[in-house]
């Protein structure tokens, strides 16, 4: 009777590991499919502001050429001729410099938005690995032993927790989501910034 009721014990302890560890994997596993369809979205919404801010790093020759000559101009038109000397009185505008620190600020945003966006999808896809993994770990008894022994399971059960416990997937997960908010906020960052640059161009 003794080691009946131990038996049951166990039974019933491996009852709730089950419904325990069944709960914490189906949540983890649907928050990884939405972070993965969300850094999915949002990376493909990145790249293509990327591929147009990063034209902002590469000067138009043409368009170079036109300030330079428009520049020239404007210094020869300023030139005034004293009996001393021969002045200039124009002052280079400090527009285009302006212009391309905000091109390298907005491209360092977005780019570093676009790897942690990414860094996010490929931990989430390292964590759902891990997870099909740890799923199946009442079925690395045999199914003899297993209906036999309901403490054998309870402690390989305990040693995969043990396991998830000490490679930090609850914090793994959690660092998923603040990876993906962090890209978010400097995507925002970078984007006001690229539409005030546009409202001075």
């Not at 009721?5 to 302890?13: K, L, Q």
């Not at 138009?60 to 001729?81: G, H, M």
Request: proline share 4%.
């Amino acid at each position: 009777d003794g080691d009946s009721e131990i038996e049951g014990g166990w039974a019933t302890c491996l009852e709730e590991m089950l419904r325990y560890d069944k709960k914490m994997i189906e949540d983890w596993n649907d928050e990884i499919n939405t972070i993965l369809i969300f850094a999915g979205l949002f990376s493909a919404v990145l790249t293509a502001f990327t591929v147009e801010s990063y034209q902002m790093l590469q000067q138009d020759p043409e368009q170079a050429s036109a300030v330079t000559l428009s520049q020239i101009s404007l210094q020869l038109e300023s030139f005034s001729v004293n009996p001393a000397f021969i002045n200039s009185t124009y002052i280079p505008s400090p527009r285009t410099t302006s212009i391309a620190e905000a091109a390298t600020r907005i491209n360092s945003l977005w780019f570093t938005s676009l790897v942690l966006s990414l860094t996010s999808a490929l931990t989430a896809i390292f964590a759902r690995q891990w997870l099909r993994e740890y799923v199946p770990w009442h079925l690395a008894i045999p199914k003899e032993k297993h209906l036999s022994s309901p403490r054998e399971t309870v402690r390989l059960r305990q040693f995969r927790h043990d396991g998830l416990v000490r490679w930090r997937v609850p914090a793994v997960m959690n660092a998923i989501s603040i990876f993906l908010q962090m890209a978010v906020v400097l995507f925002l960052a970078g984007l006001t910034e690229f539409v005030w640059t546009l409202n001075r161009i």
